[in-house]
Nanobody, 120 residues
Framework: QVQLVESGGGLVQAGGSLRLSCAASGIIFSINRMGWHRQAPGKQRELVASITTSGTTTYADSVKGRFTISRNNANHTVSLQMNSLKPADTAVYYC??????????????WGQGTQVTVSS
């Protein structure tokens, strides 16, 4: 079993920065892709950014140039540096681990979510 624990959310003014972190715990052999989704009130959950084991990144168009995702494969952590934040970035941000291989097999895992609120 894998647990994802997120940290770093909070309240920030527009133009400010936040850094989200997520640590995966458990007996983990590998995780294919790690990243972040977000869900704003009344909207569907959407991909924000992801990163593979080899470092290939994917970003939503709305965050390109402002957000940077990074990962430590050795300790199964992923971080999201968010700069130039906008009120539209306000959402609950969820960490995820895609195709995590453990002693019980391969499956996806999600964190509980952390609130990011950007005031205008």
């Amino acid at each position: 079993q894998v647990q994802l624990v997120e940290s770093g959310g909070g309240l920030v003014q527009a133009g400010g920065s936040l850094r989200l972190s997520c640590a995966a715990s458990g007996i983990i052999f590998s995780i294919n892709r790690m990243g972040w989704h977000r869900q704003a009130p009344g909207k569907q959950r959407e991909l924000v950014a992801s990163i593979t084991t080899s470092g290939t990144t994917t970003y939503a168009d709305s965050v390109k140039g402002r957000f940077t995702i990074s990962r430590n494969n050795a300790n199964h952590t992923v971080s999201l540096q968010m700069n130039s934040l906008k009120p539209a970035d306000t959402a609950v941000y969820y960490c995820y681990a895609d195709s995590a291989r453990t002693i019980i097999g391969v499956r996806d895992y999600w964190g509980q979510g952390t609130q990011v609120t950007v005031s205008s």
